[in-house]
């Protein structure tokens, strides 16, 4: 059984930074993509980035490509989305997912941009 979970968020400032982190379990990981959608209030779920947990292949939507990375480590199983100069239309629940449209996701990290 998958098991996807989230965790790193929290508030920061307009400006501030965070990491969050997807421990992943019960699937081959080295030959999957893990994906990050984010869902913010009132919104549906938009994709986020993707990165390929063998070959280390990534993809970020344009709009966040200046400040936000994604990474993995395998030995920990566990992928990485760091998240730099965040702006108030960044809040949102974080989930990395199996595909990108977030249908097998874990229960999310909130993560709050706010003075």
């Known amino acids: 059984q998958v098991q996807l979970v989230e965790s790193g968020g929290g508030v920061v400032q307009p400006g501030g930074s965070l990491r969050l982190s997807c421990v992943v379990s019960g699937f081959a990981f080295r030959d999957d993509w893990i994906y990050w959608v984010r869902q913010a209030p009132g919104k549906g779920l938009e994709w986020v980035s993707s990165i390929h947990m063998d070959t280390g292949k990534t993809s970020i939507a344009d709009a966040l490509k200046d400040r936000f990375t994604i990474s993995r480590d395998n030995p920990k199983r566990t992928a990485y989305l760091q998240m730099s100069s965040l702006k108030a239309e960044d809040t949102a629940v974080y989930y990395c997912?199996?595909?990108?449209?977030?249908?097998?996701r874990g229960q999310g990290t909130q993560v709050t941009v706010s003075s």
């Open positions: 997912a199996t595909d990108p449209r977030g249908r097998v």
